[in-house]
């Protein structure tokens, strides 16, 4: 199939940038998105030209180094899928195709399509860990945990920090990746004790890093590759308030 | 303090706030809606207001601090939102959101404009000295309120100037109605959906049920 790529291409963080258009031809319906801008490069380096610059790692949709928006919607429209699992089977001879990088004030371009996604480490490192002692490893099975919190726990841990539901909202908030890690840490017995200090701290990380305040839009869930739920939101909403009522062990 | 800061802390506040606004709006349709059961009702219901003395001062007092704290930081958060947001996309599109939810500050500030235009309509009554009820005859020995309000509403210009604040308002609650529950932490993945239908059905008939008072009284179909 032949295609019209506007891709947006900016040379580094000062640059203005701007979309160009080049084609991708003979593209078989059988490559992934990031597959075809790889012909289209091998195209762009043989002519002498730069290459158009785009994150990527795994390409089996769970490292979420990939981050397009594509037509509009981060990492295009397939459903729960990342570009990496984007085929071309799912696009029709002769489409025009806008790729952009995420846009936030938090992420900024680097080049091309390529952002610094450094601010979701930040939030991470404010509270996104549980301390623990180090020294023999502990048994497997000390500490039992029931099946539903088992897998709330994991359908919150899906979250592959790609930044997709900061891409989508149109506050650019990370609401819904930080709640993911609170809520998460704050259904298991091990990150249960630092709870309120993390959400404190994690909640404030949102602001610090330039991110937006969550209005209850849900474009996040929607655009979310791995599905994460806002009721995780709701769940962070809920250990914010519990931060906020003292117990009688704190002094 | 953290929750005059912290970006759940305001959007609590929001919720809140907001939650007791519609509370507001919830009496204060129920006292209009007297006005369909004819001119002694309403008229009843004004006065009856009017005798609270001092208690009406403490709820306008009350009243201007939800005010003041609902707008205050319903601005305060567009704004940083807006700078979180400095580039566009050349193309976007969104999925779930709704024109309500993207245009909540300028539905609240339309409804804002709305409100002070009311104030001084009705409660102070210097927009329309000829119809206000300080200047008209005395019903029964009580203001009569039921010509104030028929008399206004007769008038197209101040019928359409309500409808249309009625509409923003609804567009406002179409949101907001059902937002406190996700921001108070008391949704789940299985209630989301149907809260937010409830809501949403809800902000229509308070909408319909501000809308039939100026647009009925307009139509002459009630007088």
């Not at chain 1, 019209?4 to 640059?15: A, I, M, N, S």
């Not at chain 1, 991470?124 to 002692?133: A, E, F, I, R, V």
């Not at chain 1, 989508?168 to 890690?181: D, E, I, R, W, Y």
């Not at chain 2, 235009?117 to 029964?140: K, R, S």
Request: aromatic share 8%; net charge negative.
């Amino acid at each position: 199939m032949n295609l019209t790529l506007h891709v947006w291409r900016q040379k580094g963080p000062q640059d203005k940038g701007k979309l160009e258009t080049y084609p991708a031809n003979n593209i078989s319906s059988d490559q992934s998105f990031l597959e075809m801008l790889d012909d289209v490069n091998e195209e762009l380096i043989k002519k002498g030209q730069d290459p158009i610059a785009f994150d990527h790692d795994c390409r089996e949709g769970i490292c979420g180094m990939c981050s397009q928006v594509i037509n509009g919607r981060p990492h295009g429209h397939e459903e729960r899928t990342t570009v990496c699992q984007l085929h071309m089977r799912q696009f029709d001879d002769g489409d025009e195709i806008f790729i952009e990088p995420w846009r936030a004030k938090a992420f900024p371009v680097q080049k091309d399509l390529i952002v610094d996604r450094s601010a979701l480490d930040a939030i991470m490192q404010s509270g996104g860990y549980s301390s623990c002692h180090t020294g023999g490893v502990a048994d497997g099975n000390a500490i039992l945990i029931g099946k539903p919190v088992a897998d709330y726990a994991m359908d919150a841990a899906e979250c592959i920090g790609c930044g997709a539901c900061i891409a989508a909202c149109p506050n650019s908030s990370a609401m819904l990746f930080t709640s993911a890690k609170v809520a998460q840490l704050a259904a298991l017995p091990q990150g249960e004790p630092e709870a309120k200090k993390r959400v404190k701290a994690m909640t404030q990380a949102i602001l610090d890093e330039g991110f937006g305040n969550c209005t209850n839009h849900y474009e996040c869930e929607a655009a979310c590759p791995k599905g994460i739920s806002v009721k995780f939101i709701a769940k962070l909403n809920r250990e914010y308030l519990k931060s906020l009522v003292p117990t009688s062990t704190e002094s | 303090m953290d929750l005059f800061k912290s970006t759940v802390g305001r959007k609590i506040l929001m919720a809140v706030t907001g939650l007791m606004l519609v509370g507001f709006i919830s009496v204060h349709l129920l006292g209009n809606l007297s006005v369909f059961a004819g001119a002694d009702a309403i008229n009843a219901y004004a006065k009856h207001l009017h005798d609270l003395g001092p208690l009406v001062w403490v709820f306008r007092l009350a009243m201007l601090g939800l005010f003041a704290v609902h707008i205050t930081f319903g601005v305060q958060l567009y704004l940083e939102n807006r700078a979180a947001t400095p580039d566009s996309y050349a193309v976007q599109k969104t999925l779930v959101t709704t024109f309500s939810a993207k245009t909540m500050v300028f539905t609240g500030l339309i409804v804002l404009a709305f409100l002070l235009y009311h104030l001084l309509h009705f409660t102070v009554q210097i927009t329309n000295p000829d119809t206000a009820a300080h200047n008209l005859p005395l019903v029964h020995g009580h203001l009569d309120v039921f010509t104030m309000v028929t008399a206004s509403f007769q008038n197209g210009f101040i019928a359409v100037v309500y409808i249309i604040a009625m509409i923003a308002l609804t567009l406002h609650i179409f949101h907001g109605i059902s937002s406190w529950v996700q921001t108070l932490g008391l949704s789940t993945g299985t209630s989301q959906d149907k809260v937010i239908f409830i809501g949403k059905i809800v902000a229509i008939a308070y909408g319909l049920a501000y809308i039939a008072i100026p647009l009925l009284l307009l139509a002459r179909i009630v007088k």
